[in-house]
């Protein structure tokens, strides 16, 4: 089941690709700081995924507002998502839940992904976005079965702001 607004935020660490090589992010160390804005998505490199990582590394949402920070989770190793960060020009910091136990916490996994095709793709993540609060606790939640469509970001940013 998805996780809705007032829940508590499961906790995680994840590893991202930084500059100077793979480091952990932990959901936990922003509270007291700064609310968090999870965008989880499919896979890198396809169409759609592209196209929201790099709206939102352009400013396109509104997204980087003073009070918080955004992260994009998927099932990709920290390696190809640092690849196509670079081949696309995103800024957003994106943490690999490699074993998908993340996106299963949060209630978003595919039971099959792209079924059509038979790629015997399960627990892949849905386009979902959580907007957690400084105190751990979801303020927003939103998932999409279908991958094609993005988030409402500018719901998200309404959030953002009644947070400030």
């Avoid at 939102?56 to 960060?85: M, T, Y």
């Avoid at 892949?124 to 939640?141: C, E, S």
């Amino acid at each position: 089941m998805t996780l809705k607004k007032g829940d508590r935020a499961p906790d995680f660490e994840l590893t991202t690709k930084a500059k100077d090589g793979p480091k952990k992010l932990k959901l936990s160390d922003n509270y007291g700081k700064k609310n968090t804005v999870l965008l989880f998505f499919p896979m890198a490199f396809t169409g759609g995924c592209t196209q929201e990582m790099c709206d939102v590394s352009k400013g396109l949402h509104n997204l980087d507002q003073d009070n918080s920070i955004v992260w994009g989770i998927s099932g990709d190793n920290p390696f190809s998502q640092e690849a196509w960060a670079q081949k696309e020009h995103i800024t957003v910091s994106l943490l690999s839940d490699y074993d998908h136990a993340v996106t299963k916490d949060y209630g978003v996994a595919y039971e099959s992904f792209l079924p059509d095709h038979n790629l015997g793709m399960k627990d892949v993540p849905k386009r979902a976005a959580f907007v957690v609060g400084k105190d751990g606790t979801i303020q927003y939640a939103e998932s999409n079965d279908d991958p094609h469509l993005m988030p409402d970001f500018k719901k998200i940013v309404e959030v953002l702001k009644s947070l400030q």
